[in-house]
């Protein structure tokens, strides 16, 4: 186990990348994270659903459902986003005025301030890498989901233990899928949450 200051200081380096890169991360990274949730998104449907975006940036995945010419945030849908970044939080705060329902908390993937059982969606898009332990950030996502929750994962392939990472999940979920791409540099995850 690493010691706790070396976790906190990756935590620290995060946060400042991130609150540094805010102002101009759309420019940046919109186009690629759109082809990630068309990926992660194709054939399904959010209608009613309570949604977790765990590392939700400065909103783009919200943009993305948005502009969908399908009807997936038109009816009674709750998101909660979160991220450790407050500057990241506070540009999504500028497109979500128009949207009903969305929350978002500044917070830790590896302590959610949520209670178990909450979200039946969880998405994390390129986000769980930027954790000092990943497991323990799958270990909050599993204990927030419900039992057959929709869980929609994006990781960066650097340095990624992929098979630790599945095979983790798979004592976890059912019908768990990876996919690889050879213009995209993240692996995605996709299954249905298995709790008793």
């Known amino acids: 186990m690493k010691p706790l200051n070396k976790d906190l200081d990756k935590k620290k380096n995060v946060i400042e990348k991130y609150n540094s890169t805010s102002s101009f991360y759309d420019s940046r990274y919109s186009e690629i994270q759109k082809e990630k949730y068309k990926i992660l998104f194709r054939n399904c449907n959010l209608n009613y659903k309570t949604i977790l975006d765990a590392g939700c940036g400065t909103g783009l995945s919200i943009e993305f459902f948005s502009n969908l010419n399908i009807n997936n945030l038109k009816k009674k849908v709750k998101y909660i986003g979160i991220d450790i970044s407050w500057k990241m939080l506070m540009n999504f705060c500028d497109k979500s005025k128009k949207i009903k329902d969305i929350n978002l908390i500044l917070g830790d ?3 959610l301030p949520l209670r178990e059982n909450s979200f039946n969606v969880i ?3 390129t986000s769980l890498q930027n954790l ?3 497991k323990k950030g ?14 929609k ?3 960066l392939r650097k340095q990624l233990k992929v ?3 599945t095979a983790y999940l798979k004592t976890h979920t059912t019908d768990l899928k990876t996919e690889f791409l050879d213009n ?3 692996v995605f995850i996709q299954g249905s949450l298995n709790k008793h």
Request: aromatic share 4%; proline share 3%; hydrophobic share 45%.
């Open 132 to 134: 000092p332990v990943i």
């Open 153 to 155: 994962l994006s990781v």
């Open 184 to 186: 995209i540099e993240d």
């Open 163 to 165: 098979d630790d990472l």
């Open 138 to 151: 799958l270990g909050e996502i599993i204990r927030v989901g419900q039992k057959d929750s929709l869980l």
């Open 123 to 125: 998405f994390s898009i």
């Open 109 to 111: 993937i590896e302590n």
